[in-house]
């Protein structure tokens, strides 16, 4: 509201000033007259001209200033005017912003691409209004999703623990409650780890440690931890890249990069399918590359697969808790390296990133 009540107090002071005006000039006016009324009974004693031409050549010229003084007046009033009329669309638009609503927008007040400063405060105001409607948007989405993801499992934990209670339960069934509770902590741990992982990251709160070390062990090493997926799905596995590839990065980051990466490319690619692995030296760096032959992604889940809690697969019929990507692009993002992104639906998505 600070805003509004320095608008305001704009506005009193113009209103002020201009009423100020007036009674300067009415008496300035009044003064004047005076001074020609004496300058003529000068000029009569002194050159003996007639008293009377004197008088109404002072007040022709009097009102001569009082007419170019009303015009004066004119056009401060339509100044204030238009400067008011400007400053009130702030007030109202700044009004509404602060009762929550962010939708609200003040409409351009002039055609043309030339603008003036009121054009330029506009223009920043609908920026700042945008950017506000998106951060509630994105708040709402984070609460949504983020309860979404915690009930899942929660429920999970609380239904195989209370069948687990139950008197007469058969060893193997005791079993498989017991995993399915392991399997939903463990998934409850990782969105709890992200979710900090994340915060660290966007918060610029994550030291960044780098040093020279070889990609290609470090690409290895992800690969065959997800050997017993690949090896499950019978899928086949294509690499190229050369032993002896070096970068200066931050290893431990770049870690999570391609278990990301990997996970997705194993997750959604159909049993029999393959997954390809290159990494190659390229014109401003190293080059990674991580494909698949899954479902592929549209033009329209392409813009969002890099936000939180975003997942291409609405069904959720794949586990993940949609923080991955996004992992990813605020890694790559403190390293300085960059990521695009090919997919065919149907035939696969190619994940590129490109180390400098």
């Not at 001209?49 to 339509?78: F, H, M, N, Q, T």
């Not at 040093?211 to 190229?240: C, M, P």
Request: aromatic content about 8%.
């Amino acid at each position: 509201m600070k805003i509004v009540n320095s608008l305001d107090k704009y506005k009193d002071k113009r209103v002020n000033d201009y009423s100020m005006r007036i009674v300067l000039w009415i008496a300035l006016l009044l003064v004047y007259d005076a001074l020609f009324v004496g300058f003529s009974m000068i000029v009569d004693k002194v050159w003996d001209l007639p008293y009377s031409k004197v008088i109404i050549y002072c007040i022709i010229g009097a009102y001569v200033v009082a007419a170019s003084g009303v015009s004066v007046l004119a056009v401060w009033a339509l100044s204030d005017h238009f400067i008011l009329r400007h400053i009130n669309s702030v007030k109202k638009a700044a009004q509404t912003v602060a009762a929550g609503d962010y939708s609200v927008r003040i409409p351009p007040h002039k055609k043309g691409d030339k603008k003036d400063d009121f054009q330029v405060l506009f223009d920043d105001f609908n920026t700042m209004a945008e950017a506000l409607e998106s951060t509630e948007m994105l708040k709402k989405d984070f609460i949504s999703n983020i309860s979404h993801e915690l009930k899942t499992p929660l429920a999970a934990i609380q239904n195989f623990s209370t069948m687990l209670q139950s008197d007469g339960v058969p060893e193997e069934d005791r079993k498989e409650f017991a995993r399915n509770i392991s399997e939903a902590t463990e998934r409850l741990t990782t969105l709890v780890s992200d979710i900090l992982s994340l915060s660290r990251l966007e918060n610029r709160r994550t030291v960044i440690n780098k040093g020279e070390y070889n990609l290609s062990e470090q690409l290895t090493r992800a690969i065959i931890a997800f050997e017993h997926v690949w090896e499950k799905k019978n899928i086949e596995i294509q690499t190229d890249f050369d032993e002896s590839i070096k970068v200066v990065s931050d290893e431990n980051l770049l870690d999570i990069v391609w278990n990301n990466l990997l996970s997705n490319a194993f997750k959604f690619t159909e049993e029999g399918g393959a997954v390809r692995i290159t990494a190659h030296r390229a014109e401003g760096g190293v080059l990674v590359s991580i494909g698949d032959s899954g479902c592929g992604i549209t033009e329209q889940q392409m813009k969002h697969i890099f936000e939180k809690f975003y997942q291409a697969d609405l069904s959720h019929s794949t586990k993940g808790n949609g923080l991955g990507l996004a992992l990813v692009k605020e890694i790559l993002s403190l390293v300085g390296a960059d990521i695009t992104v090919e997919s065919t639906v149907g035939q696969g998505s190619v994940f590129s990133v490109l180390l400098k």
